[in-house]
């Protein structure tokens, strides 16, 4: 039954029909549909596209000299992006369920997703979302280190906008859960984080300036390079995903016009995959090794991320 009532769902999520074999306890037939996912018409146009984009970006570095791109960097930031695909395929049909269920049964509103105003409403709250849990992850030395990988590349091109921990994803969802809460159905929602995921893909680059007054309403190029600067006084800034007015709203924001470096304030000496996804969890065990009292445990592990004393 549940085949039947959502089976046209993947054709505007991504990922989804997974659901209905870990629903079976199939778990040889959800990795089907993981490996499947990759030749499906609308994921084999996104992977083009995507690696269309950053074969013109390296042309044009390799052209110009700008240096935008180093192999093991990019390799690096190719498996982790590898990785956080099968991870999003493996969880998202749990994550529907899950949502399914909490707007069949505690929805506030019947929402009708047929009127164009719910879906900028959704998206709105949705990109408002991503913004509370953006700062989560810069404020919380946890979430920092899920994090982090994000950031801990020396460039700034493409393929860092896949760059990240895959682990991210299993605590990412229940912060949506007010979405389903207010009467949003769970294929809207999934769709609305989707669009928010896929528009940060081409603000990760050093190639497009100034868009004009675009640069007061969403999150361009320009407001998220210093996101991702090495500077502490500046990696907190800009977090928003599609809109920038959360960060004008909430103080987040600031504006730079100096060549940034790119990294974090505590950059790595290494650089193989592992490390750069789980280096902070290795630094927050040491910590919580050392610590004599339960003020200084609970700090280690979600007090402050350590870059902070960089400030």
Known sequence: MLAHQYSDVDHYILFPRAFISFQNSD???????????????????????????????MILSTRNQMKLYENRD????????????????????TIFLSFDFVQLNWGLFEIDMKNPLMW??????????????????????FFWALHSAHHNSRYYNF???IRGNFLLQLFKFPVWIVMPLLGFPAWA????DSIVYFYQFWVHTNLIGSLGPLEYILQTPRNHRVHHSENAHELDKNLGGIFIVWDRLFGTFTEVDHEI????????????????????FKDIWHDLMQSRNPKMMWNSVFGYPPYRKFN
């Not at 499947?36 to 690696?51: D, G, K």
């Not at 929602?189 to 609305?192: E, G, P, V």
């Not at 790119?262 to 000496?269: A, H, K, T």
């Open 27 to 57: 778990v040889e037939g959800a990795l089907d549909h993981v490996i499947n996912s990759f030749t499906r018409p609308e994921q084999v146009t996104a992977i083009v596209v995507f690696l269309s984009f950053i074969l013109g970006e």
């Open 159 to 161: 393929t860092v906008a």
């Open 74 to 93: 990019t390799f690096n930031n190719m498996m982790l992006g590898f990785f956080t695909f099968v991870t999003i395929a493996l969880l998202k049909g």
């Open 261 to 280: 470096a790119y990294g974090i304030p505590n950059n790595l000496d290494k650089q193989d995959v592992w490390h750069v996804a789980m280096h902070e």
């Open 120 to 141: 900028i409403i959704l998206l709105i709250i949705n990109d408002l979302m991503f913004y509370l849990f953006h700062w989560l992850a810069h404020n919380s030395r």
């Open 189 to 192: 929602i999934l769709l609305t």
